[in-house]
């Protein structure tokens, strides 16, 4: 996986421009409003299955709690603005930092002492759902009645009349995601943390700090799911403890990366998509049916843990790896 | 503040919760202690065995307490069948990989009764739902007492067949050592099967004991799955020992804790409690450092 040559990150780098350039024509090409909100939401889905990538994907910690940082990043755009009267656009870099500093100190003290695999999945779900009490219990929150953003339309607020406006901001987002992923994979750093997931000790034994290595990882992880809570804030400008830190982001963030494919450039953004449309096929199905989304989403997950562990992208990748691991399961 | 007669009640009905926390985290820690995996879909299979018990109760009549065998014979299939068809299969050699499958489980379940059942809060209404009996200067709920004396009553019988039986012999020796239990001819799949079926059949007994003075939505599960892994991590994970004192401290903590901290605020003392352990003692009470 590390075997990538310059000409093949160069292909790469070319395919991001493509994709980007592509995606940010959309809102001249069609004004349905269902198209664009379509798109925009299958961005801000890739944006949180790839800030989940980072740390699970190439970092190889699983979040089972990531909705941790989405909430923070919401908590502080949504309070900064309305008790701080920062503007929205100024507020996205302190969302963004918050969360990055949240995932500093979940990661400081998880990997400080040596927390992995099913461990670190079940505490950073437990820290999500003390965030989420503490969330309904200190008055600046709002408590569980939430906190509603007063609507104040104009782009100078960072709130757009239509989804277009939306659309570009969380396209920049996933920008950034999709360079940094592309960064992990052709860029020194990358290949540290891809040896401290593959092999802890060997990566130990030729110079890598494991320890500084996964931290900045799930810094890097949690400031994407910061401004992803942050987006979430200016487009539904309504936020509550059950939304910020319950598990259905987390979910979600985890879902369409593994099915995607983890540690991939491009897995995320299939597995976002793919999951998206299946959304929108069952909603044509059965109607607005709450929870039906979500069994779709369970099932598909335990369909591709067991067939398809490497993903969608893993099929074209790996085939023949694939029947080898069949052949080899029962051991 | 540490009045005698409002500490002695709440811890009483503390130790009532932990007994039935400890039944819950018994399934959980054999199912790790002999599979080696956590079942994160251990909150929403209790959240299953409610709704049976509830709808054994309101459509067909039965009382929770005798609907016991039948919730057990239930959960067990279900564990039974779940391992053998899904579980099994989606390991690939990492431990990582059963988590997600569990836990892809557990939101299949919590989706689906919240389409079938809507996510109403339900109880039941029994005779005996609200009767008291005083202890010293606590009045204790009936059915929290019951629940006591079944959840140790069910304990007892599980350490029974660990110990005493063949089939606990067996699952014993597939902890301890799979390649030579299968030289020994016992089938390792089988085994494990059991006692995933086994596992869940500890919520189907929980259920019965819990539902005539709790209630059920499809969301109840939950809250569960992080009390069960905060006592099976506490008392060390696969320790039976461990599980059971570890559920009775739980179950005082979390009273004590609703009653100086408030409702919503006391249930953080178990979330802290667990990451707390995790990071600084992850060997539990009663277990050996791995």
Known sequence: MNGATSSSGERQLALIVLFVALVACVPFATASGATLNFVMMALYATLIAQSWNILGGFGGQFSFGHALFFGTGAYVQAIAQMQGGVNAWLA????????????????????????????????TLAFAEVFRIVALSVPFTGGGVGLMVPLRESAANLQFASRSGYLWV???????????????????????????????????????NPFRVKLAAIGLSGAFMGAAGAFYVQVFQYIDPGIAYGGSTSVEALVAAIVGGMGTLWGPVLGAIVLHVLSDFTRNLFGELPGINMVIYGAVLVLIVIFLPRGIAGIGLSVRQLWAAKGGRHD | MFDFGILFPSVLNGLTTGAVYALIALGLTLIYGVLHIINFAHGASLMLALYGVYFLKERLGIDPYLALPIAMAGMFALGYGLQRIVINRAGHGKDENILLATLGISIVMENLA???????TRNIDTAYSLSTVAIGPAMIAVPKLVSFAGALVVSALLFWIMSRTDLGRAIRAVAKEKEGAKLMGIDVEHVYAMSFGIGLACLGAAACFLLPAYYVNPQVGGGFVLVAFTIVVLGGMGSFVGALVGGFLVGVVESLGGLYLGESLGQIGIFVIFIGVVLFRPEGMFGARA
């Not at chain 1, 918050?98 to 979940?106: H, K, R, S, T």
């Open chain 2, 114 to 120: 919240l389409i079938f059942f809507k996510s109403d």
């Open chain 1, 170 to 208: 969380v396209l920049a987002f996933v920008t950034a995601a999709l360079l940094v992923t592309w960064w992990l994979r052709n860029g020194r750093f990358g290949a540290w943390l891809q040896a401290v997931r593959d092999n802890e000790d060997a990566a130990r034994a030729v110079g890598v």
């Open chain 1, 92 to 123: 996205l870099p302190l969302a963004i930092a918050a969360a990055a500093l949240v995932g500093l100190f979940v990661g400081a003290l998880s990997f400080r002492y040596g927390l992995k695999g099913s461990y670190f999945a079940l505490v």
